[in-house]
């Protein structure tokens, strides 16, 4: 996955993301914290994992 933030330089911008501080990371911007929400219908999913992953 490739993100690209509308400032060109978040070093001398001195910007930071969240989950750089919560992640420690060295440079700014250098860390991505993701959610995902799981809306399938979960009889449906399964019977399409069960069918075509397994």
Known sequence: MNIR??????VAA???L???MMM???V????LHAD???????RLLN???ALRLN
């Open 36 to 42: 995902y929400w799981n809306t399938w219908h979960q």
């Open 18 to 20: 969240v989950s750089d």
């Open 28 to 31: 700014p911007g250098g860390s």
């Open 24 to 26: 420690g990371a060295k």
């Open 47 to 49: 019977r399409l994992v």
């Open 5 to 10: 933030y509308g400032i060109s330089n978040c």
């Open 14 to 16: 001195r910007c930071r």
